[in-house]
């Protein structure tokens, strides 16, 4: 019951903490984006306390032993940029800057019955039923075909030659070998 309650006080602060700093209105965050025009850069100072508050605290959270609530922390063990991360934040930032929505403000924008909000959760929970019904299921076909050590090519010795020339088929149009149809490192993640 403990980590629910953590979770709930810590979701009902995050979603005031946005309301109150406006990030709930689309105007808000658009006039943010909107560089030439009508540029407003007090969201940049959510962020900025945001980034601050997390740099100067989660070091010392992290030396700790355990969290308060739960039994681990739970740290990401990637650190790398690759095509999935880039995507998905050019993604998510196309659609920050046209609907002037990101996750967080949307849902506690449901509350406050801004406009526009339930067809962008809408949109967004397809996109989450789209990622699972398409991604998820690529990469775990993906990750049956683990991944070789190239081979180093060595030409075909004389019974494979005279096999391919006796059939009439060129050596390079003989069928290719399972981990030659594996999925691309960028897709799997």
């Not at 945001?50 to 990401?76: E, K, Q, S």
């Not at 096999?163 to 149809?181: C, D, Y």
Request: net charge positive; aromatic share 6%.
């Amino acid at each position: 019951m403990g980590p629910m309650l953590a979770a709930l006080g810590s979701g009902i602060a995050f979603g005031m903490g946005l309301a109150i700093a406006e990030m709930t209105n689309p105007a808000k965050v658009q006039n943010f984006l909107d560089f030439l025009g009508t540029w407003d850069p007090s969201l940049a100072l959510v962020m900025g306390a945001a980034l601050a508050t997390t740099g100067l605290a989660f070091p010392a959270i992290l030396r700790r032993r355990a969290p308060l609530c739960v039994g681990a922390f739970a740290v990401p063990s990637r650190a790398d940029i690759d095509l999935p991360l880039v995507a998905g934040a050019a993604i998510f930032g196309v659609g920050w800057g046209l609907a002037g929505f990101c996750p967080g403000p949307a849902l506690a924008g449901l509350l406050q019955g801004v406009t526009g909000v339930y067809v962008f959760v809408a949109a967004m929970l397809l996109g989450m039923l789209l990622h699972r019904a398409v991604v998820e299921p690529l990469r775990a076909r993906a990750a049956d075909f683990p991944a070789q050590a190239p081979r180093r090519s060595q030409a075909p010795g004389p019974q494979s030659r005279s096999r391919a020339q006796g059939a009439g088929v060129s050596s390079s149009r003989l069928p290719r070998s399972r981990s030659a149809l594996r999925m691309p490192s960028s897709i799997t993640g």
